[in-house]
């Protein structure tokens, strides 16, 4: 006989947990046979099949020769989530204007429980581009975004967000240290735009600047370019740069009030 759910678990309908693992499995995976899903998640094939099935039915997976993979359902459902985004309408012609201006990937994030979420990218023909998805999550400590993200935040939000979600490296340049990160943060505060300097990417630099006065409802935005280290430079050339990014985000932010 089962026993009665306790604690948080009387708030959770598992079904939709392992409904949560079975996309997360497909994510990248191409087509997947029931037998090496079930063995990925360690679940009883029968279990899986009826999982398969009912999520096929309901559109949100494809099937072909008894294989199955994410359906672009949820390509439907992310862009129309995107586009109902005021500050997606309101940057992204700007967006696509610093990528023309600066020869340079450039993009706006938001944050979402924690994490950097890449809302758009424009990439001119020259740019450098690591094909990030729109939508991609990342740790906010990695990116020029994410720290531009961050610097909007109370310190004591920051932490709750280390405490969750740790400082990982990605490289040998990533921020490791969390009095580091809030030497980092302050910094942003102070001069108004955040660097990436070979923390996510080898070779790459980026710079972040937020994007101020979003709030339908209130959520954190950043805008970015990115390039290789080289081309990005140091010191007026670089200066040069923040100044065309921050121009974009203050065009953002006016266009944002008829919004």
């Known amino acids: 006989m089962a026993t ?14 392992t409904a949560a693992e079975i996309f997360e499995a497909l994510r990248g995976s191409g087509w997947t046979g029931v037998t090496e899903l079930a063995r990925t998640l360690d679940l009883p094939k029968s279990t899986v099949h009826v999982y398969l099935a009912t999520l096929h039915d309901n559109g949100l997976l494809a099937k072909r020769d008894g294989k199955y993979r994410l359906g672009l359902r949820f390509l439907e459902l992310g862009g129309e989530l995107r586009h109902g985004i005021d500050i997606f309408r309101a940057s992204r012609s ?7 201006k600066t020869g340079e990937v450039a993009n ?16 001119p023909p020259e740019g450098l581009f690591d094909n990030a998805p729109t939508g991609q999550f990342r740790k906010m400590h990695l990116t020029a975004l994410g720290k531009a993200l961050l610097a909007q935040f109370s310190d004591e939000r920051i932490h709750e967000i280390v405490d969750r979600e740790g400082l990982p490296a990605a490289t ?24 990436e300097d070979e923390e996510h990417h080898q070779s790459i630099k980026a710079i972040g600047v937020p994007v101020h006065g979003i709030d339908d409802p209130p959520v954190s935005a950043a805008v970015s370019i990115s390039g290789p280290k080289s081309r990005i430079g140091t010191g007026e050339p670089m200066m040069e740069l923040v100044r065309d990014v921050q121009s974009t985000v203050e065009a953002i932010e006016l266009e944002y009030e008829y919004y």
């Open 172 to 195: 040998e340049q990533t921020i490791t240290d969390r009095e580091e990160l809030m030497s980092e943060v302050e910094r942003i505060r102070d001069q108004g735009y955040s660097i």
């Open 108 to 123: 706006i994030g938001v944050e979402e429980d924690g994490k950097r979420v890449l809302l758009y990218s424009s990439k």
């Open 4 to 17: 009665e759910p306790t604690g948080a678990e009387e708030n959770r309908i598992h079904a939709v947990d």
């Open 94 to 100: 700007k967006v696509d204007n610093l990528s023309d």
